[in-house]
């Protein structure tokens, strides 16, 4: 393995963790020799893509990776937008564009409807990958092994209506990869639904979007959503 390749298996360990990782910490996430980790942690922490946290022991992601994420995010955002504003108009409903973060999915851009939903969802706000359309559509673009380290062991609970066993969730997952679609049914919040496809977008990052709409017009809607996100997503079924 090269050194880009274990600095990328170091950065992407810390991008998943919700605290400071410690050489130990990281040895064990990435399966890498502690002198590799070790190593890599010196070259990124010059140039400030790591940095040490001064109150405990470990490194985060430091602000060298800024002008990285930075561009990435509105490359991601220009090469959507109109697709977005698109499928929001033919279904006069909200729709959002979703990534990875970590073991969490955030919404990164939204297209508000006319009848577009009050205080429900904001671009920054991150989901679980288990109770969310647009975590599930993402997953499902993974290989098994990848899911199963990016899944906890205990799933939460945000509704009655949320699935916590994981034999159930990866059934779901089958489905999804058969369809293409993703669906949530109050499994995140009470009298929110939504639908999502997952895909490799445009600037070669996975991405998800998702038309997320009341419960109470939300199967009269559905039909209209997936056609909308099978010309978005052609492996909609």
Not at 71 to 89: D, P
Request: hydrophobic share 45%.
């Amino acid at each position: 393995m090269t050194d880009l390749g274990r600095a990328t298996q170091v950065l992407d360990a810390l991008a998943e963790s919700r605290g400071p990782l410690t050489v130990t910490d990281l040895t064990s996430r990435t399966g890498l020799p502690r002198s590799a980790v070790h190593r890599a942690l010196q070259g990124l922490e010059r140039e400030l893509y790591v940095v040490r946290v001064p109150e405990r022991p470990g490194w985060v992601l430091g602000p060298g990776l800024l002008k990285f994420g930075m561009n990435a995010h509105l490359r991601l955002l220009s090469a959507n937008r109109a697709a977005l504003a698109t499928l929001a108009r033919e279904v006069a409903e909200n729709v959002e564009l979703a990534v990875f973060s970590g073991r969490e999915v955030v919404v990164v851009d939204q297209i508000a409807s006319p009848e577009r939903l009050r205080g429900v969802t904001k671009v920054g706000r991150s989901f679980s990958l288990h109770a969310s359309c647009i975590g599930m559509a993402l997953l499902a673009q993974l290989p098994d092994q990848r899911i199963a380290e990016l899944l906890p062991p205990v799933l939460r609970r945000f509704t009655e209506h949320t699935v916590t066993d994981h034999a159930a969730v990866l059934a779901e997952l089958a489905e999804v990869r058969r369809t293409g679609v993703a669906v949530d049914e109050e499994e995140h919040d009470l009298g929110i639904c939504a639908v999502a496809t997952g895909f490799t977008g445009p600037t070669g990052a996975l991405q998800a979007v998702a038309v997320v709409v009341p419960t109470q017009r939300f199967r009269a809607k559905l039909p209209a959503a997936v056609e909308g996100l099978r010309r978005i997503n052609p492996r909609v079924r």
